[in-house]
């Protein structure tokens, strides 16, 4: 399946809290996954309370908690709404059924991914052929902050065959600084594009930050002018790479980067 690692834990936490807040005493909920419709179904069910039928229409919108609002429960009703933003940034979509008293089933489908024959020995090749960086013990940790999973899964496969470079990903600029902070690693690649903040703010922290102001950052985007590259060096970038990105461009920079200390 194509997923973000932090936006799905989130929405299986969110769909998990629910299901234990409005089940019953000495009650059940299940994980379990399938294949549906052509996309990989992960679905929370629980034997709880249910949801009344006419809350069902509005169960992902703000603050509606299903009838719950002035019940016992603890809750602020935005997880739903949450959850429907973060499938939606994936390309997912997620959906429930209820029945009142006998309780409720949150899933979400993601589409799943299919291997193009004529992609994977094209990037393979191109990084590991030749590479310094593809022998050698040492590990040089990578932070990557994209939130398009097709340009994670592309970077994964740049990288698979660089024993020495590990890499760590983030989905958001937001969640990419506090990676980097706490992992301090040798370089950091990030989207210009990203939901919130954008790549010039994160980078323009970072270098305001001593413990991270250090680390060069190489930017991507698909932005190509002269005027993109002359504002990307202006905000502290280490190099500018435009997508597509050129993987021989990529690693040589890596290699630059990574073997300098």
Do not use: C
């Amino acid at each position: 399946m194509i997923a973000d690692r932090t936006r799905l834990t989130q929405i299986l936490m969110n769909f998990g809290s629910n299901a234990i807040k409005y089940g019953r005493p000495d009650g059940h909920v299940a994980f379990r996954t399938e294949v549906v419709a052509g996309a990989f179904r992960v679905t929370v069910a629980d034997d709880g309370i249910g949801i009344p039928e006419d809350k069902r229409g509005k169960i992902f919108e703000p603050f509606q908690r299903a009838g719950q609002e002035a019940g016992p429960i603890e809750g602020t009703g935005i997880g739903l709404t949450i959850s429907k933003r973060l499938a939606e940034l994936m390309h997912a979509t997620i959906g429930f059924q209820s029945d009142t008293g006998r309780g409720s089933e949150f899933w979400i489908d993601l589409p799943i991914y299919r291997e193009e024959a004529t992609d994977r020995p094209v990037v393979r090749e191109a990084a590991g052929a030749g590479s310094r960086l593809a022998t050698g013990e040492r590990r040089h940790a990578i932070v990557y902050v994209e939130d398009n999973p097709s340009n994670i899964a592309f970077m994964r496969e740049v990288v698979e065959d660089l024993p020495s470079v590990e890499l760590l990903t983030a989905p958001t600029a937001e969640i990419g600084l506090e990676l980097i902070r706490g992992r301090r690693p040798k370089v950091v690649i990030m989207d210009i594009n990203l939901p919130g903040m954008s790549g010039f703010e994160a980078v323009k922290r970072l270098r305001d930050w001593p413990e991270t102001r250090e680390i060069p950052v190489i930017g991507l985007s698909a932005a190509a002018l002269a005027k993109d590259t002359t504002r990307a060096q202006e905000a502290g970038f280490y190099r500018y790479l435009t997508k597509p990105v050129k993987v021989d461009q990529l690693i040589q920079t890596l290699e630059q980067l990574l073997e300098s200390g």
